[in-house]
């Protein structure tokens, strides 16, 4: 197991699950910046419910421990994921325990979706970037 493949279950945990919310992707990307190791990017101007982002933030952490519990993958990418989790709990009144709960839920939804996770993590690893019709396509034939 490579950071490479634990980056591509990471990001496709975000994206399964942000799809299976009813939110689009405008793409996704393994390809690494100066800030992270990948990337799942919504569309500008889609407003996504607070419980919602949170349990998108946390798919992917879960995806990525799902897929291999001791994982290389950078920590700071993990921590950005929480911190994000943190800003929205924060910012609409979300306390602790319920934040808890929808960490909780992204596990749940994780495991119930990971044959598709593992599908787009295997694309990606193919392809590096996956615009948002192409992840929708995937999905499609995953059913």
């Known amino acids: 197991m490579t950071a490479r493949e634990a980056v ?3 990001e496709a945990g975000h994206v399964v699950i942000a799809r299976g919310l ?3 992707i405008s793409f996704v990307t393994i390809i690494p910046d100066e800030n992270t190791k990948g990337k799942t990017v919504p569309p500008d101007d889609e407003e996504r ?3 919602h982002q949170i349990i998108i933030c ?3 952490p879960a995806a990525q421990v799902e897929f291999a519990p001791h994982s290389p993958l950078c920590k700071h990418d ?3 994921d929480q911190a994000k989790a943190a800003h929205v709990a924060l910012c609409n009144k979300i306390d602790d325990t319920t934040r ?3 960490r909780h839920q992204a596990r749940v939804l994780v495991r119930r979706h990971w044959a598709r996770i593992e599908i787009v993590a295997k694309v990606l690893l193919e392809r590096d970037t996956l615009q948002g019709q192409e992840v929708d396509a995937l999905l499609r034939r995953s059913t």
């Open 58 to 60: 946390f798919a992917g």
């Open 49 to 51: 419910r607070p419980d």
């Open 8 to 10: 591509a279950y990471h």
């Open 100 to 102: 808890d709960d929808l």
């Open 78 to 80: 993990v921590y950005d």
């Open 22 to 24: 009813g939110y689009n």
